[in-house]
């Protein structure tokens, strides 16, 4: 089997991959970015993650409140991007996602920035030597290919590549290891949409009082939906699969089959029950369910609520965020959240990106280390952007330095994040 060498290898090209890619090419190293699916995107392409969630904060300078983005440098080059091509907001805020044009977008940027990309590369194997990764091995439809780099990121949202090599993990809530649960997101079209929305309350009602009665089977407290660009067709994430290991294959291949049961049970409750829904046509379920979830690696620093709730300001911060702890219930019903006053935010250190067993490996995304309670917070697009530019930018310094990526100046780091347009704190 032939080994090919690169500087940065990223596996996992969702927004953290994405961003770390971008970040380590710019910073002048030769990149190859492995991903699974077909598409860039992660999350937002192949599981209808939609939309961007908030990533700003009202703060006051000189007695003027002003809106302060959290999340910026390479993220805000990509929101501008979307929204330009196929992506609307309101303000500067929230991003509803065209996940064609993302694809293309993310082609392209990949492209300029002379990122080698390999789709359809799944990881099935990684070699070591004492505290580096020395290569990584995915099974592609010509075999199975070896690649050899510098530093490597794992950026695969369910830190399987930390996990395969031997990184210690954390899984879910400490009482029982239940992850928040997954939802298969689907999409209705030959709707009413202002129907819909007029009678939201209406179906809410009738959702709950269909689920006392046992009419309808999934867990999940209330119907959650968002509108989309395209007329007569709406966005729902709302179903809900519980109780399910993430990263246990038998158990996600259950969850899948179960997920598409509870999108046809919520297909025919609004077609029959609702005029707006009258016409209604199941449009489309997303190709994998969505994991909000999974491993979070024990890393050399592991943020809790309570530094988020204090607004903690780490002085290796590397990104920011304000989204609430959002935890939907891992055994049922019910989503419990705690909403950042205005002005408060957090940091994410350095050292979260940073397994204690390897020194060569940073972990970027939701996978990163934080507790059950934290990771609710930090999991949202934006954030895992940030943090992988962060990456991708310290491989960069990394091998400038001739140090390993644990031992980059984290001064020098936010110098330079800050340098390119991001926000550290």
Not at 7 to 13: A, F, K, P
Not at 40 to 56: E, I, Y
Not at 267 to 286: E, I, P, Q, V, W
Not at 407 to 420: G, I, Q
Request: with cysteine; charged share 20%.
């Amino acid at each position: 089997m032939q080994k090919k060498y690169f500087d940065l290898v990223v596996v996992g090209g969702g927004q953290a991959g994405c961003a770390a890619a971008l970040a380590g090419a710019r910073g002048g190293l030769s990149v190859l970015l492995i991903e699974a699916a077909g598409a860039l995107g992660g999350s937002a392409v192949n599981c209808l993650v939609t939309p961007f969630m908030p990533f700003s904060t009202k703060v006051t300078e000189n007695g003027e409140e002003k809106t302060l983005a959290l999340s910026q440098g390479i993220f805000s080059e990509l929101h501008a991007a979307y929204k330009e091509d196929g992506f609307y907001g309101e303000a500067s805020d929230t991003c509803n996602i065209n996940e064609e044009s993302m694809k293309l977008i993310l082609d392209r940027k990949m492209r300029e920035a002379g990122v080698t990309v390999l789709f359809h590369a799944t990881l099935c194997g990684v070699a070591k030597d004492g505290r580096r990764v020395k290569s990584v091995s995915v099974a592609t439809v010509g075999g199975v290919l070896e690649f050899e780099a510098d530093t490597f990121i794992d950026a695969t949202g369910d830190a399987t590549l930390a996990a395969y090599s031997g990184v210690a993990f954390r899984l879910g809530r400490p009482a029982d290891s239940l992850c928040q649960p997954m939802t298969l997101c689907f999409r209705l079209c030959n709707l009413d949409t202002e129907a819909v929305w007029k009678a939201h309350g209406e179906i809410q009602k009738l959702y709950k009082k269909f689920q006392d009665e046992g009419k309808i089977k999934n867990p999940r407290e209330n119907v959650l939906i968002f509108n989309t660009r395209i007329p007569g067709i709406l966005h729902f994430n709302t179903t809900r699969i519980v109780k399910h290991n993430p990263t246990d294959a038998f158990s996600v291949s259950e969850a899948e089959a179960m997920a598409r049961e509870q999108v046809l049970e919520m297909y025919r409750f609004l077609k029959d029950n609702f005029d707006g829904c009258r016409n209604a046509k199941l449009m489309m379920s997303a190709a994998s369910i969505g994991v909000r979830e999974s491993r979070m690696i024990e890393a050399r620093h592991v943020l809790t609520q309570e530094e988020l709730v204090a607004g903690t300001h780490f002085p290796d911060g590397i990104a920011a965020g304000n989204y609430d702890i959002d935890i939907h219930s891992p055994d049922g019903g019910g989503t419990s959240h705690y909403y950042f006053p205005p002005g408060v935010y957090y940091t994410i250190p350095y050292r979260c990106l940073l397994p204690r067993e390897f020194d060569n490996l940073l972990v970027a995304g939701r996978s990163v280390g934080a507790t059950h309670e934290a990771q609710a917070s930090i999991r949202i697009m934006p954030i895992c952007v940030c943090m992988g530019e962060a990456a991708g930018t310290a491989a960069a310094m990394a091998k400038e330095a001739g140090v390993a990526a644990s031992d980059v100046d984290t001064d020098a780091l936010r110098a330079k994040l800050s340098a390119n347009g991001a926000f550290v704190g």
